[in-house]
């Protein structure tokens, strides 16, 4: 069963920093394209930025210049460097991973339970 852990949420002052983590677990044949999407209530979930298996980002106006992505492939982690927060940018912050099944090989997406983000004013 795959899985998909985040972790480094949690509460920062506006300017601040944070460094999210998302680890992947289970039988996987192969894990394309990975991301960070994020919620609020009474919000659509958006995209924060995706990584391809070969490294090509891409990342939502908001997030660029601030919000840098990147994964490490032999550890099936996707991390978020998050820097020059803002108190909107208060969400939960999802992960998600397109993962190959070893049987099926097929692809299908995969999803995090989030982690939250405060940034306080």
């Known amino acids: 069963q795959v899985q998909l852990v985040e972790s480094g949420g949690g509460l920062v002052q506006a300017g601040g920093s944070l460094r999210l983590s998302c680890a992947t677990s289970?039988?996987?044949?192969?894990?394309?394209?990975m991301g960070w999407y994020r919620q609020t209530p009474g919000k659509q979930r958006e995209l924060v930025a995706e990584i391809t298996e070969g490294g090509s980002t891409n990342y939502a106006d908001s997030m660029k210049g601030r919000f840098t992505i990147s994964r490490d492939n032999a550890k099936n982690t996707v991390y978020l460097q998050m820097n020059s927060l803002k108190p909107e940018d208060t969400a939960v912050y999802y992960c998600?991973?397109?993962?190959?099944?070893?049987?099926?090989?097929?692809?299908?997406?995969?999803w995090g339970r989030g982690t939250q983000v405060t940034v306080s004013s």
């Open positions: 289970g039988r996987a044949f192969s894990i394309g394209a």
């Open positions: 998600a991973a397109d993962i190959q099944s070893p049987l099926s090989l097929r692809f299908s997406t995969y």
